[in-house]
């Protein structure tokens, strides 16, 4: 695991190295793990890059909190699935504290990262009859031949695609012009758009006519300091480690 400390009040958006399995963050149950004071850390499933510089904004973070003495595998089991359904993906983060406005800035996070063909694959093919190609019909049907070159049926399940066809290496609000054009990778991504509900906050990402715009860099870093108080262990609770990677 590797973080990066940034100069202080602030932090940039880092995501950890390419993983083949889930990695255990200790005592935070979101996808979400202060390694140091100022090194924030996302884990995007399935597949994942380390991004130093991705022209994204900064913001001021909570400083001081205690880890986990414990770091298990199942401390993961809960993190979001790519199948998972809107209603399904709502309840999880409301559970956290976290509102549909909170669901859809931080997914918007995939605007950098990748994710492995084995995470999306089954939406490329067999997936229904109604259309030509088999595909899931909520997909724009030049990126499901595009996916399906890069991610053959037979082929390797563990090579990593860009969630973010736009601006893969800039964290930015392309992301939402992808669901809107039925780009998205990730099935539970693309239902954001699809689904009524959800589908206000994309647009309003996108300053739609007629709706408050909102921006995308401002609120993702709200939402994260939101997430960084998840869970958060006071008194003799948890422990200031002296490597952030290990327990003291």
């Not at 083949?20 to 890059?49: D, G, H, K, V, Y």
């Not at 995939?110 to 694959?121: D, L, V, W, Y």
């Not at 030049?142 to 082929?155: D, E, I, R, Y």
Request: hydrophobic share 35%; with cysteine; net charge positive.
């Amino acid at each position: 695991m590797r973080s990066l400390t940034m100069p202080r009040p602030s932090s940039k958006l880092l995501v950890l190295e390419w993983s083949p399995a889930p990695i255990s963050l200790p005592s935070l149950p979101a996808t979400m793990w202060f390694c140091e004071p100022n090194a924030l850390i996302i884990w995007i499933p399935n597949c994942a890059i380390f991004v130093p510089q991705t022209k994204g904004q900064t913001w001021k973070v909570p400083t001081g909190c205690r880890d986990g003495r414990v770091s298990s595998a199942s401390d993961a089991g809960n993190l979001p699935g790519p199948r998972d359904s809107v209603e399904v993906q709502k309840q999880n983060f409301s559970d956290k504290g976290l509102n549909d406005q909170d669901l859809v800035t931080l997914v918007g996070g995939h605007s950098i990262g990748t994710s492995a063909c084995q995470a999306f694959r089954y939406r490329l093919y067999n997936f229904s009859t109604t259309t030509a190609n088999g595909a899931d019909p909520s997909m724009d049907a030049a990126f499901v031949t595009q996916l399906q070159s890069l991610c053959p049926s037979n082929g390797d399940a563990s090579r990593c695609i860009e969630l973010d066809t736009g601006s893969p290496n800039t964290f930015d609000a392309s992301f939402f012009t992808n669901l809107k054009n039925g780009r998205g990778v990730l099935e539970s991504d693309q239902k954001l758009w699809t689904d009524a509900s959800t589908r206000t906050f994309v647009q309003r990402f996108l300053r739609v006519r007629g709706l408050r715009g909102l921006n995308f860099n401002v609120e993702f870093g709200m939402s994260m300091v939101k997430m960084s108080n998840i869970g958060v262990k006071t008194g003799i609770d948890g422990e200031i480690r002296k490597v952030c990677t290990a327990i003291n």
